[in-house]
T-cell receptor, first 111, second 113 residues
């Protein structure tokens, strides 16, 4: 059964303090790994898609990387506006079209 | 705004009543998904459409839930005889046929009292 585990559950950072979020996954075959940002009371906002081990994507202060078993979302010099819940999801190329989501990491950046 | 649109944004209903939610996907997106999310959890898959065909449905989905996508455009999700456990955020997402990432709407927050 496909599984996605995110850690830590919650993270508090000082503004400018870089850190990484982890997403461990188990799939039969990886079609894609996705990172989303979700603000309270809103739908998830798409950030990145990664397809194969070794791939990296960047957007502003965020950088996502992928290995065969996990993905990291690196946040460099975060700002308070980066505070949100970050969700990781996978799509299995064998099982079907649905996305399996983790429970997310709640990030708080303190000014 | 050309994003995924969901209506209503909030719905309060009494236990036992039926409710229906609407999702308008991004124009020309063939794939449409419904997800449910409760507080502190990630979105949980409910069902998937490719054009008007409902191709996948969660094994956990009660038969009180039904979804349609007539003519492959907008979609509706109906919950019959609502229960307190149905209280959640209901999310709709859409995706072009030959792309993998999905784009979510702002969700419909359902509260069953």
């Amino acid at each position: 059964e496909d599984q996605v585990t995110q850690s830590p559950e919650a993270l508090r950072l000082q503004e400018g303090e870089s850190s990484s979020l982890n997403c461990s996954y188990t799939v039969s075959g990886l079609r894609g790994l996705f990172w989303y940002r979700q603000d309270p009371g809103k739908g998830p906002e798409f950030l990145f898609t990664l397809y194969s081990a070794g791939e990296e994507k960047e957007k502003e202060r965020l950088k996502a990387t992928l290995t065969k078993k996990e993905s990291f979302l690196h946040i460099t010099a975060p700002k308070p506006e980066d505070s949100a819940t970050y969700l990781c999801a996978v799509q299995d190329s064998v099982i079907g079209n649905q996305f399996y989501f983790g429970t997310g990491t709640s990030l708080t950046v303190i000014p | 705004d050309t994003g995924v649109s969901q209506d209503p944004r909030h719905k309060i209903t009494k236990r036992g009543q039926n409710v229906t939610f609407r999702c308008d996907p991004i124009s020309e997106h063939n794939r449409l998904y419904w997800y449910r999310q409760t507080l502190g959890q990630g979105p949980e898959f409910l069902t998937y459409f490719q054009n008007e065909a409902q191709l996948e449905k969660s094994r956990l989905l009660s038969d009180r839930f039904s979804a349609e996508r007539p003519k492959g455009s907008f979609s509706t999700l109906e919950i019959q005889r609502t229960e307190q456990g149905d209280s959640a955020m209901y999310l709709c997402a859409s995706s072009p046929l030959f792309h993998t990432e999905a784009f979510f709407g702002q969700g419909t927050r359902l509260t069953v009292v």
